[in-house]
């Protein structure tokens, strides 16, 4: 039964299940329903076959046309009284098929309709019920069974529109659950879709740009630096430096892309501009000096080898974002920056005592301790972070120069 689908699951409509099973429950209502109105209630064959097409076909019309098939289901329902003869064998007013297809049109409207269609048509069927049995003129001598079969009738019909009612409710909601969660695996995909591609940039951005702005600009700058240069070797540089131009270009709108924040102004700023590199993490530590943050370098890089571009910059990046977290939740405390460039590894360490405020929390830093731990990732390296026991914060990052 789970696998019968009484509708579309694309469109929502009533599939072709429904429309067959409807229609043989009224063709087989109205095979019975016309001699059984013929016979036992003296209805002429002629009407009682018209009468039976119109309420049994109100079934399948319910789907398409509810408010035709409760009109229709209703005057069938009243005109059946006034031609029947009141009888002590047959139920009256309500034959056994009669009341089966109302009950089976309140039932498809309360799955196809607004709710208040069923109820509507099932207090209309009992005020039709008792206004037959209180305008019959042998209400006195069959009073009882006419009472018992409308009783019968309302109880039988309310509650299959209850049931009715409730299953429609159900599937609505359960309806609704599934759309919520093809919404929520729609953003859920869309969120990792735009972490990639956070990741992708932060990559590209790291391991390419700073390689290619370092080719552009020796290449533009070798004429000046060699004066002896012939002028097909000048060329060349120059066609070199062109292209690497060219492919800056495109990869910082690649960038601009995958962000989704880039635009043409901020690309052809930064055309030229190479990425930071370790030897100017001083310049950075006197520039938040100067701005009022009472920070201090230890440097110990011994001579001027550089490490990898990729290192470089994560290493430049972490301090950078740690001195903006201190300025950010510790403004004015004391900060100690320390760099180290050991033969496998370049250690970098950012500390900072409580501030006037009072102590920080775990929790600073967010979006930025996140970018931090994942530029070392990228690298290969390890990070650390967290409150100091004196109520200040450190950032420990350890990169490893080979693999």
Known sequence: ??????????????????????????????????????????????????????????????????????????VSTLVLPELSRSSVDAPWPWSVSSMLSTIAVISVLAFTSRWTYP???????????IVAIATSPTRYDSLDPSVTNSIVYIAISGGALAVALLLAQRRG???????????????????????ERSRIARELH???????????VQA??????????????????????ATARGALTEMRQLLGVLRGAATSDSAEAAELGPQPTLFEIPALVETSRRAGVPVSLVWQVAGDAAPP?????????????????????????????TVEQGKVAVMVTV????????????????????????????????????????????????LPITS
């Open 119 to 129: 109820l509507l048509t099932w207090l209309l069927s009992v005020a039709v019920s």
């Open 351 to 398: 500390e900072n005592r409580a501030s006037q405020s009072g102590p920080v929390t775990d929790d600073r830093g967010g979006h930025g301790l996140m970018g931090m731990r994942e530029r070392v990732q990228l690298v290969g390296g390890r990070l650390e972070h967290g409150v100091t026991s004196e109520g200040g914060y450190r950032v420990a990052a350890s």
């Open 173 to 195: 909601i359960r309806a609704q659950l599934v759309q919520e969660r093809q919404i929520t695996a729609t953003e859920q995909a869309k969120r990792e879709l735009v972490e």
């Open 206 to 216: 790291d391991v390419v740009a700073h390689g290619m702005s370092v080719i552009q």
């Open 1 to 74: 039964m789970r696998n019968l689908k009484f509708t579309d699951p694309i469109t929502g409509r009533p599939s072709l299940l429904l429309w067959i099973l409807l229609s043989a429950l009224a063709v087989a209502l109205c095979a019975v329903s016309v001699p059984v109105h013929t016979v036992l209630y003296g209805i002429p064959l002629a009407i009682a076959f018209g009468v039976g097409i119109v309420q049994m076909g109100s079934i399948p019309l319910a789907i398409i046309r509810p408010r035709l098939a409760i009109v229709l289901t209703l």
């Open 220 to 241: 533009t700058s070798a004429k000046y630096r060699l004066p002896d240069m012939s002028d097909e070797v000048a060329a060349e540089f120059d066609d070199i430096g």
């Open 309 to 337: 571009a990729s290192v470089a910059l994560t290493a430049y990046r972490i301090v950078q974002e740690s001195l903006s977290n201190v300025v950010r939740h510790a403004p004015g405390a004391d900060t100690t920056v």
